[in-house]
């Protein structure tokens, strides 16, 4: 998938699926496709396009001036996809049937992730059904909740809620690992207060009935104790 920070372009079996971020000004979203367009212009020609925008309905003139923007770049939009079509399971055709039906290997997770490609202040709150990975720091003030895992490619320093429709599988990662507060399903803990010196990249997960954190090796995870 490519993506800018409010919209995606996915390449499936059927074609490309273009997803706007539908909060977004409608100029800002032309401005970040053109740019993407013109990065990825000699992968893309002669595709067709099929766009989500979530509930949001676009005027006729801009879904004309969205056209004519593929259109300069060889791209076909060849419609609208409703929420039920983005979301809806795939065919269990024998081919998938097979594919379903494989035992994931152990430490694979698969599902919806929301990626997060900037820092999140204080005051920002990101929450999504599936995981969510940033690739920045969370500082104090700010907050995720996310229904799977949590993965910060920085420093959690803010509140981090992971698997909040209940699921006890869920975990909380990051490269420094100093949550305001720490959930995982309905298990909730604080940091010890006072600046915490770096450890390594931390796994927090439920063991036992009880939230853990692990330090992460290459080699595998090593007990960083319990988190009371």
């Known amino acids: 998938m490519t993506r800018t920070e409010h919209i995606a372009l996915k390449g499936t079996r059927e074609g490309l699926i273009l997803y706007l971020d539908p909060e977004a000004d409608f100029s800002l979203l032309m401005d ?12 893309l020609q002669g595709a067709t396009v099929r766009c989500y925008g979530g509930e949001k309905e676009y005027s006729p003139e801009q879904q004309e001036e969205l056209t004519c923007c593929l259109a300069e770049h060889s791209l076909t939009l060849k419609g609208w996809l409703t929420a039920a079509e983005v979301y809806s399971s795939v065919r269990k055709t024998p081919a998938v049937q097979e594919e379903l039906q494989r035992i994931p290997e152990e430490g694979l997770e698969e599902g919806p992730s929301l990626f997060v490609e900037r820092t999140l202040r204080s005051g920002a709150s990101i929450q999504y059904d599936g995981h969510v990975i940033v690739l920045g720091d969370v500082n104090p003030g700010a907050e995720i909740v996310a229904g799977g895992n949590i993965v910060v490619i920085g420093s959690l320093k803010g509140v981090a809620h992971a698997g909040a429709k209940g699921n006890r599988n869920s975990t909380v990662t990051a490269y420094h690992l100093v949550p305001t507060q720490l959930r995982i399903a309905d298990l909730v803990t604080r940091s010890p207060e006072g600046e915490q010196e770096w450890r390594g990249p931390e796994c927090a997960r439920i063991k036992d009935g009880r939230l853990v954190v692990e330090g992460i090796q290459l080699n595998g995870l090593r007990g960083k104790g319990v988190i009371r």
Do not use: A, N, R, T
């Open 32 to 43: 970040e496709l053109k740019k993407l367009l013109e990065d990825s212009d000699q992968f």
